[in-house]
Protein backbone atom coordinates (compact mmCIF):
# COMPACT_ATOMS: atom_id res chain seq x y z
CA UNK A 1 0.00 0.00 0.00
CA UNK A 2 1.11 3.86 -0.42
CA UNK A 3 3.02 2.78 -3.20
CA UNK A 4 4.78 0.63 -0.99
CA UNK A 5 5.36 -2.10 -3.75
CA UNK A 6 5.79 -0.06 -6.65
CA UNK A 7 8.81 1.68 -4.41
CA UNK A 8 9.97 -1.97 -3.39
CA UNK A 9 9.91 -3.01 -6.81
CA UNK A 10 12.28 -0.24 -8.30
CA UNK A 11 14.85 -0.45 -5.30
CA UNK A 12 15.14 -3.95 -6.71
CA UNK A 13 15.73 -3.00 -9.96
CA UNK A 14 18.28 -0.85 -8.78
CA UNK A 15 19.92 -3.54 -7.10
CA UNK A 16 20.01 -5.62 -9.83
CA UNK A 17 21.52 -3.21 -11.86
CA UNK A 18 24.34 -2.09 -9.93
CA UNK A 19 25.51 -6.31 -9.28
CA UNK A 20 25.24 -6.25 -13.44
CA UNK A 21 27.32 -2.98 -13.74
CA UNK A 22 29.77 -4.53 -11.29
CA UNK A 23 29.87 -7.74 -12.79
CA UNK A 24 31.00 -6.24 -16.44
CA UNK A 25 33.45 -3.92 -14.52
CA UNK A 26 35.33 -7.03 -13.48
CA UNK A 27 34.84 -8.53 -16.79
CA UNK A 28 36.54 -5.46 -18.09
CA UNK A 29 39.28 -5.00 -15.93
CA UNK A 30 40.25 -8.79 -16.63
CA UNK A 31 40.22 -8.09 -20.36
CA UNK A 32 42.73 -5.21 -19.92
CA UNK A 33 44.80 -7.63 -17.59
CA UNK A 34 44.40 -9.94 -20.57
CA UNK A 35 45.92 -7.77 -23.16
CA UNK A 36 48.64 -5.97 -21.11
CA UNK A 37 49.75 -9.84 -20.58
CA UNK A 38 49.44 -10.24 -24.13
CA UNK A 39 51.14 -7.09 -24.39
CA UNK A 40 54.10 -8.10 -22.63
CA UNK A 41 54.25 -11.60 -22.84
CA UNK A 42 54.25 -11.61 -27.10
CA UNK A 43 56.37 -8.42 -27.39
CA UNK A 44 59.34 -10.36 -25.31
CA UNK A 45 59.07 -13.33 -27.18
CA UNK A 46 58.53 -11.76 -30.61
CA UNK A 47 61.84 -9.43 -29.44
CA UNK A 48 63.89 -12.88 -28.38
CA UNK A 49 62.78 -14.09 -31.84
CA UNK A 50 63.71 -11.36 -34.07
CA UNK A 51 67.36 -10.97 -31.55
CA UNK A 52 67.96 -14.60 -31.97
CA UNK A 53 67.49 -14.07 -36.05
CA UNK A 54 69.70 -11.11 -36.27
CA UNK A 55 72.42 -12.63 -34.85
CA UNK A 56 72.38 -15.04 -36.96
CA UNK A 57 72.05 -12.95 -40.35
CA UNK A 58 74.92 -11.52 -41.96
CA UNK A 59 75.00 -7.64 -42.92
CA UNK A 60 71.73 -7.55 -41.35
CA UNK A 61 70.06 -3.99 -42.08
CA UNK A 62 69.69 -1.34 -40.14
CA UNK A 63 66.20 -0.91 -40.01
CA UNK A 64 65.94 -4.28 -38.27
CA UNK A 65 67.78 -3.66 -35.32
CA UNK A 66 66.04 -0.23 -35.41
CA UNK A 67 62.45 -1.41 -35.22
CA UNK A 68 63.07 -3.95 -32.60
CA UNK A 69 65.12 -1.54 -30.13
CA UNK A 70 61.98 0.43 -31.22
CA UNK A 71 59.59 -2.56 -29.70
CA UNK A 72 61.99 -2.83 -26.50
CA UNK A 73 61.31 1.04 -25.53
CA UNK A 74 57.36 0.50 -26.07
CA UNK A 75 57.20 -2.66 -23.89
CA UNK A 76 59.25 -0.16 -21.33
CA UNK A 77 56.99 2.53 -21.66
CA UNK A 78 53.80 -0.03 -20.98
CA UNK A 79 55.68 -1.57 -17.75
CA UNK A 80 57.80 1.17 -16.76
CA UNK A 81 60.53 -1.54 -16.37
CA UNK A 82 63.85 -1.59 -18.07
CA UNK A 83 64.27 -4.15 -21.19
CA UNK A 84 66.37 -6.72 -18.57
CA UNK A 85 63.81 -6.86 -15.88
CA UNK A 86 61.23 -7.47 -18.69
CA UNK A 87 63.30 -10.12 -19.60
CA UNK A 88 64.15 -12.13 -16.59
CA UNK A 89 60.35 -11.38 -15.23
CA UNK A 90 59.23 -13.00 -18.50
CA UNK A 91 61.53 -15.88 -18.33
CA UNK A 92 60.43 -16.39 -14.49
CA UNK A 93 56.97 -16.75 -15.60
CA UNK A 94 57.60 -19.47 -18.20
CA UNK A 95 59.65 -21.34 -15.97
CA UNK A 96 57.03 -21.43 -12.80
CA UNK A 97 54.22 -21.88 -15.68
CA UNK A 98 56.20 -24.87 -17.28
CA UNK A 99 56.39 -23.09 -20.39
CA UNK A 100 52.94 -23.23 -20.98
CA UNK A 101 50.41 -20.26 -21.17
CA UNK A 102 52.51 -17.59 -20.32
CA UNK A 103 53.67 -16.81 -23.93
CA UNK A 104 50.03 -16.39 -25.22
CA UNK A 105 49.53 -14.15 -21.92
CA UNK A 106 47.02 -16.62 -20.66
CA UNK A 107 46.61 -17.74 -17.24
CA UNK A 108 48.86 -15.75 -15.26
CA UNK A 109 46.88 -13.06 -13.02
CA UNK A 110 47.59 -9.46 -13.02
CA UNK A 111 48.49 -8.14 -9.01
CA UNK A 112 49.44 -5.16 -7.64
CA UNK A 113 51.43 -2.38 -9.88
CA UNK A 114 50.78 -4.94 -12.64
CA UNK A 115 47.16 -4.62 -12.03
CA UNK A 116 47.45 -1.00 -12.71
CA UNK A 117 49.09 -0.75 -15.52
CA UNK A 118 47.04 -2.88 -17.33
CA UNK A 119 44.21 -1.08 -16.36
CA UNK A 120 45.61 2.25 -17.04
CA UNK A 121 47.78 1.88 -19.85
CA UNK A 122 44.38 0.79 -21.59
CA UNK A 123 42.14 3.07 -20.24
CA UNK A 124 43.92 6.23 -18.66
CA UNK A 125 45.50 10.00 -18.97
CA UNK A 126 47.98 11.22 -16.31
CA UNK A 127 46.29 14.34 -14.20
CA UNK A 128 48.52 16.34 -16.45
CA UNK A 129 46.24 14.78 -19.58
CA UNK A 130 49.51 12.98 -20.71
CA UNK A 131 48.67 9.15 -21.49
CA UNK A 132 50.05 7.29 -19.33
CA UNK A 133 51.19 4.63 -21.84
CA UNK A 134 53.59 6.84 -23.19
CA UNK A 135 54.80 7.80 -19.68
CA UNK A 136 57.91 5.40 -18.44
CA UNK A 137 59.29 4.31 -15.29
CA UNK A 138 57.99 5.29 -11.46
CA UNK A 139 56.10 8.20 -13.68
CA UNK A 140 53.77 5.57 -15.52
CA UNK A 141 53.07 3.17 -12.14
CA UNK A 142 52.46 6.38 -9.78
CA UNK A 143 50.21 8.22 -12.80
CA UNK A 144 48.01 4.81 -13.05
CA UNK A 145 47.93 4.74 -9.53
CA UNK A 146 47.19 7.96 -9.34
CA UNK A 147 44.23 8.01 -12.14
CA UNK A 148 42.84 4.64 -10.57
CA UNK A 149 42.41 7.03 -7.47
CA UNK A 150 40.44 9.15 -9.45
CA UNK A 151 43.93 11.33 -10.25
CA UNK A 152 46.28 13.07 -8.70
CA UNK A 153 45.85 14.85 -5.10
CA UNK A 154 47.38 18.25 -6.78
CA UNK A 155 43.65 17.91 -8.78
CA UNK A 156 41.64 16.81 -5.90
CA UNK A 157 41.65 13.09 -6.42
CA UNK A 158 42.38 10.55 -4.06
CA UNK A 159 46.43 10.05 -5.71
CA UNK A 160 48.34 6.70 -5.05
CA UNK A 161 46.85 5.61 -2.16
CA UNK A 162 43.15 5.40 -3.27
CA UNK A 163 44.82 3.96 -6.64
CA UNK A 164 46.35 1.09 -4.42
CA UNK A 165 43.06 -0.04 -3.58
CA UNK A 166 41.88 -0.58 -7.40
CA UNK A 167 38.44 0.96 -7.35
CA UNK A 168 35.95 0.20 -10.03
CA UNK A 169 36.29 1.56 -13.19
CA UNK A 170 34.85 5.11 -13.30
CA UNK A 171 30.76 5.50 -13.67
CA UNK A 172 27.45 5.37 -11.55
CA UNK A 173 28.65 3.36 -8.61
CA UNK A 174 30.12 6.22 -6.93
CA UNK A 175 26.62 7.38 -6.18
CA UNK A 176 25.82 4.30 -3.84
CA UNK A 177 22.31 2.94 -4.22
CA UNK A 178 22.15 5.60 -0.55
CA UNK A 179 18.45 6.26 0.59
CA UNK A 180 16.48 5.01 -2.80
CA UNK A 181 17.73 1.51 -1.75
CA UNK A 182 18.15 1.93 2.17
CA UNK A 183 14.87 3.21 2.65
CA UNK A 184 12.80 0.37 3.82
CA UNK A 185 9.89 1.19 6.28
CA UNK A 186 6.40 0.59 5.16
CA UNK A 187 5.20 3.59 6.91
CA UNK A 188 6.65 5.90 4.43
CA UNK A 189 3.66 8.24 2.90
CA UNK A 190 2.68 7.02 -0.84
CA UNK A 191 3.96 10.57 -2.36
CA UNK A 192 7.52 9.54 -0.70
CA UNK A 193 7.36 5.82 -1.84
CA UNK A 194 6.40 7.01 -5.50
CA UNK A 195 9.27 9.74 -4.92
CA UNK A 196 11.59 7.31 -3.95
CA UNK A 197 10.78 4.40 -6.37
CA UNK A 198 11.29 6.81 -9.18
CA UNK A 199 14.28 8.00 -8.32
CA UNK A 200 15.44 4.15 -7.95
CA UNK A 201 14.13 3.69 -11.71
CA UNK A 202 15.37 6.56 -12.88
CA UNK A 203 19.68 5.69 -11.46
CA UNK A 204 18.88 1.84 -12.20
CA UNK A 205 18.11 2.91 -15.96
CA UNK A 206 21.42 5.14 -16.12
CA UNK A 207 23.26 2.67 -14.36
CA UNK A 208 22.15 0.33 -17.33
CA UNK A 209 23.08 2.74 -20.02
CA UNK A 210 26.72 2.75 -18.13
CA UNK A 211 26.75 -1.07 -18.18
CA UNK A 212 26.19 -1.39 -21.86
CA UNK A 213 28.80 0.92 -22.84
CA UNK A 214 31.37 -0.83 -20.01
CA UNK A 215 30.35 -4.36 -22.44
CA UNK A 216 30.98 -1.83 -25.47
CA UNK A 217 34.55 -0.79 -24.24
CA UNK A 218 34.97 -4.70 -23.66
CA UNK A 219 35.02 -5.70 -26.79
CA UNK A 220 36.98 -3.06 -27.99
CA UNK A 221 39.58 -4.44 -26.04
CA UNK A 222 39.21 -7.68 -26.49
CA UNK A 223 39.60 -6.51 -30.53
CA UNK A 224 43.26 -4.59 -29.14
CA UNK A 225 43.94 -8.08 -28.07
CA UNK A 226 43.31 -10.10 -31.17
CA UNK A 227 45.41 -6.92 -33.01
CA UNK A 228 48.14 -8.02 -30.79
CA UNK A 229 48.32 -11.68 -31.34
CA UNK A 230 47.35 -11.63 -35.15
CA UNK A 231 50.70 -9.17 -35.29
CA UNK A 232 52.89 -11.19 -33.41
CA UNK A 233 51.64 -14.57 -35.10
CA UNK A 234 52.35 -12.83 -38.36
CA UNK A 235 55.82 -11.87 -37.30
CA UNK A 236 56.61 -15.05 -35.97
CA UNK A 237 55.53 -17.49 -38.66
CA UNK A 238 57.82 -14.70 -41.07
CA UNK A 239 60.84 -14.98 -38.73
CA UNK A 240 60.00 -18.90 -38.89
CA UNK A 241 60.37 -19.12 -42.97
CA UNK A 242 63.08 -17.01 -43.08
CA UNK A 243 65.21 -18.92 -40.54
CA UNK A 244 64.26 -22.04 -42.56
CA UNK A 245 64.81 -20.59 -46.35
CA UNK A 246 66.36 -17.30 -45.91
CA UNK A 247 70.75 -17.23 -47.07
CA UNK A 248 72.72 -16.74 -43.92
CA UNK A 249 73.70 -13.30 -45.09
CA UNK A 250 71.22 -10.77 -46.37
CA UNK A 251 73.68 -9.28 -49.23
CA UNK A 252 72.63 -12.89 -51.05
CA UNK A 253 68.57 -11.82 -50.47
CA UNK A 254 66.97 -12.07 -53.86
CA UNK A 255 64.29 -8.94 -54.24
CA UNK A 256 61.47 -10.92 -53.42
CA UNK A 257 63.37 -12.12 -50.49
CA UNK A 258 64.14 -8.56 -49.62
CA UNK A 259 60.79 -7.52 -49.93
CA UNK A 260 59.62 -9.84 -47.60
CA UNK A 261 61.65 -8.53 -44.62
CA UNK A 262 61.10 -5.23 -45.36
CA UNK A 263 57.12 -6.26 -45.02
CA UNK A 264 58.49 -8.24 -41.39
CA UNK A 265 59.86 -4.77 -39.99
CA UNK A 266 56.79 -2.89 -41.24
CA UNK A 267 54.51 -5.70 -39.06
CA UNK A 268 57.11 -5.51 -35.92
CA UNK A 269 56.46 -1.28 -36.47
CA UNK A 270 52.74 -2.25 -36.49
CA UNK A 271 52.97 -4.38 -33.64
CA UNK A 272 55.12 -1.07 -31.53
CA UNK A 273 52.46 1.06 -32.75
CA UNK A 274 49.59 -0.91 -31.75
CA UNK A 275 51.69 -0.94 -27.74
CA UNK A 276 50.37 2.70 -27.76
CA UNK A 277 46.76 1.92 -28.42
CA UNK A 278 44.49 2.97 -25.68
CA UNK A 279 40.54 2.48 -25.43
CA UNK A 280 37.94 5.23 -24.69
CA UNK A 281 36.00 4.25 -21.45
CA UNK A 282 32.66 6.22 -22.86
CA UNK A 283 32.62 7.30 -19.59
Not at 25 to 45: D, F
Not at 170 to 193: D, H, K, M, Q, R
Request: glycine fraction near 10%.
Amino acid sequence: MFNHEYKKEAQEKLRRAVENYQRDCEYLQNAAGSLYQTRVNRGVEIIQLCEKYINTLANSPKEFSKVVTKLKFQLKEITGKDWDLIYSAHNSNVAAAGGAGVMAGAGVACFGPAAAMAIATTFGTASTGTAIASLSGAAAVNAALAWLGGGALTVGGGGMVAGNALLALAGPIGWGIGGVALAGSAFWTSSENEKIGREATNRAIEIEGDTAKVNITKKEVNLLEGETVKLANLIHSGLQDFKQNAPLNYLDFSPSLKKMLANLINSINSLSESLKKTVDLKM
